[in-house]
T-cell receptor, first 111, second 114 residues
Framework: GQQVMQIPQYQHVQEGEDFTTYCNSS?????IQWYKQRPGGHPVFLIQ?????EVKKQKRLTFQFGEAKKNSSLHITATQTTDVGTYFC???????????FGSGTKLNVKP | DSGVTQTPKHLITATGQRVTLRCSPR?????VYWYQQSLDQGLQFLIQ???????AKGNILERFSAQQFPDLHSELNLSSLELGDSALYFC?????????????FGPGTRLTVT
């Protein structure tokens, strides 16, 4: 079954509001990657986190990897209509070398 | 453009049939991954090949098989197709053996089984 869960499934925000999606694993992860898929498009790599407690920023996007390496979050400050899409986390399970994509969070931004 | 190509773009076939999806990785990438994405669903990892050898297996059905050829292109074979196999099939490629490297996704093949 699914080892990496993401919440929320959907998020509708007004342009300018912040947005956060959370990724939770039942097992320790070696790394976590984040991808964005625009409507009708293919997933595009955003970032990879490897270290416990790691925080990385890309302009308005902030990515965090939990201390226990079992959860991660993506926060977007002041959303724009260009942020519309589905955000997926993907994690490599530490002990079993299995790679799982989360179920994704679909973000809609109203102008 | 990710540099990963997939053919065909669309495929419509009947239940019970067999189809082959093709993927060419980015130049220099040795790993190829196959994913299935059903309507409004997440990405289900199917299988990974590295330099011609099977590297990792996800929830791939026995009716499905894949291979990677010496020129590194890969094919995903789906047989005895069922209605539930209708989905978007993505291929991705990366440089290394482990999925700790950035994966570049192709545009996908949309399969419709009627």
């Amino acid at each position: 079954g699914q080892q990496v869960m993401q919440i929320p499934q959907y998020q509708h925000v007004q342009e300018g509001e912040d947005f956060t999606t959370y990724c939770n694993s039942s097992t320790t992860l070696s790394n976590i990657q984040w991808y964005k898929q625009r409507p009708g498009g293919h997933p595009v790599f955003l970032i990879q986190l490897v270290k416990s407690g790691e925080v990385k920023k890309q302009k308005r996007l902030t990515f965090q990897f939990g201390e226990a390496k079992k959860n991660s979050s993506l926060h977007i400050t002041a959303t724009q209509t260009t942020d519309v899409g589905t955000y997926f986390c993907a994690g490599l399970e530490y002990n079993f070398n299995k790679f799982y994509f989360g179920s994704g969070t679909k973000l809609n931004v109203k102008p | 453009d990710s540099g990963v190509t997939q053919t065909p773009k669309h495929l419509i076939t009947a239940t019970g049939q067999r189809v082959t999806l093709r993927c060419s990785p980015r130049s220099g990438d040795l790993s190829v991954y196959w994913y299935q994405q059903s309507l409004d669903q997440g990405l289900q990892f199917l299988i990974q090949y590295y330099n011609g050898e099977e590297r990792a297996k996800g929830n791939i059905l026995e009716r499905f098989s894949a291979q990677q050829f010496p020129d590194l292109h890969s094919e995903l074979n789906l047989s005895s197709l069922e209605l539930g196999d209708s989905a978007l099939y993505f291929c991705a490629s990366s440089v290394g053996t482990e999925p700790t490297y950035e994966q570049y996704f192709g545009p996908g093949t949309r399969l419709t089984v009627t």
